[in-house]
């Protein structure tokens, strides 16, 4: 399995000077399985340049999961330029219980007057299927899926193939819990000896206090969580939309050293809109 981010920062798109490195993008990634079939990860803006890349490449066929609908997820979706396409399919999956109903929740995110063009009239096909199972397939990937602890409610991911895992946390508030919502140790048994994770790690421990219950952890409780389930690659993910470059390789830094504390060799990164894995 292959997993390309193409947008790793948190509630808002940002650019400028200070964040060339680790990018500006709100979440999206692609995931593909070993037959080559992709899996589209929630439409925040990064999105735009994954479709660029698929256009490019001739692919029109995906499947698509969101984490839920906050608009930072989604928000990239009318710029998606595949949906303008007719030969276009998109396997949309999800589930109205833990996401709301997502395709209405896209087809409002370009209802005038807040955009000119109307889903209806999108050439894409899209083939909505509710999926509340906690466990199904798409491809040769096993997705398992856990509630996140958020505001409004939302879905964690692991994705497994030919034992390899990958778990996904992004929003996800380690210190507190929130409707549907389970304990820090369940998050810890879902993402248990996973190869790769990466986790929201949004917050400084300072800043938390003012910031309890917005639905973001703190990057030293992400840390201890990947620490706990024994992952081997820490990747920080959901960056703070002021964190800089400079402050992330910071976060880096002071993350190796825990590590090297607790006797660990785990990998450590913050994932940057470039980055590509294989597993
Ligand atoms: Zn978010
Ligand atoms: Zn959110």
Redesign the pocket.
């Given at each position: 399995m292959i997993i390309r981010c193409y947008g790793a920062r948190?509630?808002v798109p940002v650019s400028g000077a200070e964040y060339v490195k680790f990018g500006g993008d709100t979440?999206c990634l692609e995931i593909r399985s070993k037959n080559d079939h992709i899996i589209i990860v929630d439409a925040g803006s990064g999105i735009r340049r994954l479709g660029n890349h698929l256009l490019q490449e001739g692919r029109f066929e995906y499947s698509m999961i969101f984490t839920h609908s906050?608009v930072?997820?989604i928000l990239g979706f009318p710029f998606f330029k595949p949906i303008y396409d007719e030969r276009t399919t998109i396997q949309l999956l999800g589930c109205p219980t833990a996401q709301g109903d997502l395709k209405k929740l896209l087809s409002r995110s370009m209802k005038a007057p807040f955009f000119p063009f109307p889903f209806e009239n999108l050439k894409a096909t899209f083939n909505y299927s509710v999926e509340c199972a906690l466990d199904f397939a798409i491809d040769s990937i096993g997705i398992s899926s856990i509630h996140l602890s958020h505001p409004n409610v939302g879905m964690g991911y692991r994705f497994s193939e030919d034992g390899k895992h990958f778990v996904f946390l992004?929003?996800n508030e380690l210190g507190f819990r929130h409707r549907n919502g389970v304990d820090f140790e369940a998050y810890v048994a879902f993402a248990k000896d996973a190869d790769l994770l990466f986790h929201d790690a949004e917050y400084l421990p300072g800043e938390y206090s003012v910031k309890k219950t917005w639905g973001h952890s703190t990057y030293t409780d992400a840390l201890d969580l990947a620490l706990k389930a024994n992952v081997k690659r820490f990747g920080l993910f959901?960056h703070n939309q002021d964190r800089n470059d400079a402050e992330l390789d910071g976060i880096v830094g002071h993350c190796k050293e825990i590590i090297k504390g607790r006797g660990s060799t785990m990998e450590c990164f913050a994932l940057t809109q470039e980055m590509e894995i294989l597993l």
């Open positions: 948190g509630s979440t906050h930072d997820h992004t929003d959901h």
